[in-house]
């Protein structure tokens, strides 16, 4: 059993920059891959990125590629999700999930991730 706790939601504006943190509570944490998803009102939820339980291998959307970076420190059981150059599209609750992998591939399906934090809200000004 893991539980998530997201952290580092807020309001900025656009082009600006946050930080999310999830926190992890569990055993095992370095055997989990952690990703974001996002949702938006009348919208599906998205896939944001994913990490593997090393943190060697990194998936991003390419909506997001070259602005968010995904990280984990594993001493400290958190996964960040690094905000950069934000945009109003990029306004949602972002939500923190995990699973144990079977593969090296890092799914970017939700279906896949067994635990879900209980999200954070993003808001980006235009």
């Known amino acids: 059993q893991v539980q998530l706790v997201e952290f580092g939601g807020g309001l900025v504006q656009a082009g600006g920059s946050l930080r999310l943190s999830c926190a992890a509570s569990?055993?095992?944490?370095?055997?989990?891959?952690m990703c974001w998803f996002r949702h938006a009102p009348g919208t599906e939820r998205e896939f944001v990125g994913a990490?593997?339980?090393?943190?060697?291998?990194?998936h991003l959307a390419d909506s997001v590629k070259g602005r968010f970076t995904i990280s984990r420190d594993n001493a400290k059981s958190t996964v960040y999700l690094q905000m950069n150059s934000l945009k109003p599209e990029d306004t949602a609750v972002y939500y923190c999930?995990?699973?144990?992998?079977?593969?090296?591939?890092?799914?970017?399906?939700?279906?896949?991730?067994?635990?879900w934090g209980q999200g954070t809200q993003v808001t980006v000004s235009s």
């Open positions: 999930a995990a699973y144990w992998p079977r593969s090296a591939v890092l799914a970017a399906t939700a279906s896949t991730y067994v635990y």
């Open positions: 990490i593997s339980g090393s943190g060697g291998s990194t």
């Open positions: 569990g055993r095992t944490f370095t055997g989990y891959v």
